[in-house]
């Protein structure tokens, strides 16, 4: 099976991560039976161009059948997805905060849900699906759904996304004694306005993300430097001890660092697959193949 990545244009790397599409025709044979997405801070437009497929949180305990446009917030457990024959996924992994100066609601309480995307871009964003559906190829859909978010660009907004990206290269520079009153005066601001910010941006506060952002990157070192012991993974990462690394691993993936890294062990780096945030889903790592556009 053929997982499709391509970077924005310039007009839109402040914002968006990459463009991705899955499709899973009749017949190729499903290598897995679930897909776990682990929690990340991105969060992903989707767009299903084929049969319905589903999806599980840790939050609400239910399989959800997802045939429309969605918004998959940012989230902080584990999801799980099952996916059949003829499902055709188009889309679009947004940085943290990216697409906050795209749309006229706030982050403020949306984590951890997926949404009907018509209650974020309204009815028109019905038309976009179809207009999507109808074209012939990845290439061709990145284009519309570029031209799409770039008309929907609020000036006024930049202000604050500006301010919270600032903030969040700050944090992936510091390590897990970083005190964030400290970061807020860094930043010439104080706690309270930073986290009023973080979640008005992004959805959740300032501690919690820098949580998340160690573990983002302890991934990222566990697939792309396997010849680290996870101590030292853990010291990259910017975890106090191996069992602060553990502990705090265990609690977003649901398995140790050692135990994870068994896992996607057989899936072999290479430049494509660490450029990508993909590593989020060890099936991607494990049963396809990136075709970077």
């Known amino acids: ?40 801070t991105y969060l992903n437009l989707t767009f299903s161009l084929g049969t319905p497929y589903f999806r599980f949180s840790e939050k609400d305990g239910i399989f959800e059948k997802l045939h429309t446009p969605q918004l998959a917030a940012m989230h902080t457990v584990r999801n799980f997805y099952k996916h059949q024959l003829n499902n055709h996924i188009f889309g679009i992994k947004f940085l943290p905060g990216g697409l906050y100066p795209l749309v006229s609601n706030d982050f403020l309480g949306i984590t951890d849900v997926t949404l009907d995307m018509e209650l974020i871009f ?38 604050k996304f500006n301010f919270v990206r600032l903030a969040t290269t700050y944090l992936s520079t510091q390590n897990a004694h970083t005190d964030i009153a400290k970061v807020a005066e860094e930043l010439n601001t104080n706690y309270k306005a930073l986290s009023r910010t973080f979640h008005e941006v992004i959805g959740i506060a300032p501690k919690q993300f820098a949580q998340m952002q160690r573990f983002e990157r302890a991934l990222q070192l ?68 990136l075709e970077v556009c």
């Open 1 to 40: 099976m053929v997982i499709k990545y391509k970077k924005p244009s310039v007009f839109l790397a402040h914002l968006v991560s990459h463009f991705w599409e899955k499709n899973n025709p009749p017949d190729h044979k499903i290598g897995y039976e679930t897909e776990t997405v682990l929690p990340e």
């Open 122 to 159: 309204g009815k028109e964003v019905n038309d976009l699906a179809d207009e999507l559906y109808h074209l012939p190829d990845f290439e061709g859909r990145v284009a519309c759904i570029e031209r799409f978010l770039m008309q929907r660009l609020m000036e006024r907004k930049l202000q």
């Open 222 to 289: 566990l697939f792309s430097e396997m010849q680290l012991s996870c101590t030292e993974i853990g010291y990259k990462a910017g975890y106090y001890d191996q069992a602060h690394f553990i502990r705090e691993f265990k609690k977003f993936a649901g398995q140790t660092p050692t135990e994870y890294l068994e896992r996607i062990r057989p899936a072999a780096p290479s430049a494509e697959r660490t450029d990508f945030q993909q590593f989020f889903s060890p099936e991607h790592l494990l049963f396809y193949n």
